[in-house]
């Protein structure tokens, strides 16, 4: 548990960081020091967050506000790993404003979380990617919330392409190059093709050890379209939650995966930021832009919102050229029923999520390895989470 002393420090440190680099592990350590108990770690468990203060980040989030009221009483929710962090450290601030209130965030994956909220076990859920028309998750949900259910992105989550490599800590790759590596078509990290894009790197003839997600995982639906939105002709398979490549090892959940590449010489994997940042791993370039709450940011407000009325599902452009922006970007979606049968559920719902899109919060998520929503989106956001009845 941080002490008063610690907080000053720990907020002079954060208040100097500008980029998110290699200071951002000050960041996430500041973060999770502050919101002690209820702080995120690797393993994805169940985390029910106490009252301890959270300090917030010198990224500001954008301008948009929203009602934060307190509400007494409980919330659960479960799902993606992507944002348990974020979530984890937005339930340690609301509930060190509103000690009434009670939320637990189960993070056990984006497929895990729509099938409980489905089956009505939890109030909202946590995901990675919008409801799916094509397994009729949204018809589901309807039936399950007697009112149609909405997506509504909160979470910026990059999706780091991190490695291990003995004696590089450097690494630039194209979209060609990472679909081939994941597809297994290049096997040793002295590939011509690897070395093409990195010149004057030393690379090794380690052989490369592909890691995925074994479980069902909105980041793998993301990094999957990515691949295949990109690179269509070294990675035909189209996105899904479950991981469809012919080569790698599976490891469960993203804490699975990190621990799997720190370990491996010559390992390689798709983790989110926050979790690349907390397993100090080395994170590649793409197309030589670096993996910054910033360059995420740009490829986020490059994204289009697809969805009707007050659904915010949107279509990441993967393709884009916006100067400065990382492509491989996913949002996590709080998934609600647009329309509670107890009224009582429906007023905690929102109080919470108004908290998680208020810049109040949405500025100190840099520190947990996200990025603020652009304030167009965030402006949505808080229009559509007003509109839950």
């Known amino acids: 548990m941080a002490g008063p002393t610690d907080f000053i420090v720990w907020k002079a440190v954060l208040l100097k960081i500008t980029r998110i680099g290699r200071a951002s592990g000050l960041a996430v350590a500041a973060a999770l020091a ?21 300090a917030a980040s010198s990224s500001g989030g954008s301008g948009s506000s929203a009602d934060t009221s307190c509400f007494s009483g409980s919330l659960s929710a479960e799902g993606s790993t992507a944002q348990q962090n974020a979530i984890t450290q937005a339930i340690s601030s609301y509930q060190a404003k509103c000690n009434g209130a009670k939320i637990t965030y189960n993070g056990t994956g984006s497929g895990a979380g729509i099938t409980k909220f489905i089956a009505k076990q939890v109030d909202f859920a946590g995901s990675d990617s919008a409801l799916n028309p094509d397994k009729g998750e949204p018809a589901k949900a309807k039936t399950a919330c007697k009112s149609d259910a909405l997506d509504i992105p909160m979470v910026t989550g990059p999706i780091a392409v991190s490695y291990n490599v003995k004696g590089v800590g450097k690494l630039n790759l194209t979209p060609q190059l990472i679909a081939k590596i994941f597809s297994g078509k290049i096997k040793t990290w002295n590939d011509p093709a690897i070395k093409a894009a990195n010149k004057g790197v030393d690379l090794p003839g380690t052989k490369i050890s592909v890691f995925f997600r074994s479980d069902s995982s909105g980041t793998t639906d993301n990094f999957t379209n990515y691949m295949n939105t990109v690179d269509p002709a070294n990675w035909p398979d189209k996105h899904d939650k479950t991981w469809k490549g012919s ?100 007023k905690n719902v929102k109080a919470f999520l108004s908290y998680m899109a208020s810049s109040e919060f949405q500025k100190q998520l840099t520190g947990v390895g996200a990025a603020p929503l652009p304030a167009p989106i965030q402006s949505k956001v808080v229009e559509s989470i007003n509109s839950i009845s």
Do not use: F, H, R
Not at 35 to 54: E, F, I, L, Q, V
Not at 324 to 331: D, E, H, R, T
């Open 247 to 346: 080569v790698g090892q599976g490891k469960a959940k993203t804490a699975g995966v990190a621990s799997a590449v720190k370990a491996t010489d010559g390992g390689i994997g798709y983790v989110e930021w926050g979790y690349a940042i907390q397993n100090k791993l080395d994170m590649a370039s793409v197309d030589g832009v670096k993996l910054t709450a910033d360059s995420a940011g740009k490829a986020v407000e490059a994204a289009k919102v697809v969805g009707k009325g007050k659904d915010l599902s949107l279509k990441i452009d993967y393709k884009t050229k916006a100067e400065g922006a990382y492509p491989i970007v996913l949002v996590t979606y709080e998934v609600v029923c647009s329309k509670y049968s107890d009224a009582t559920k429906a």
């Open 34 to 54: 502050l919101s002690a108990c209820g702080s995120a770690s690797n393993d994805d468990s169940s985390n029910t967050a106490n009252n301890s203060g959270a």
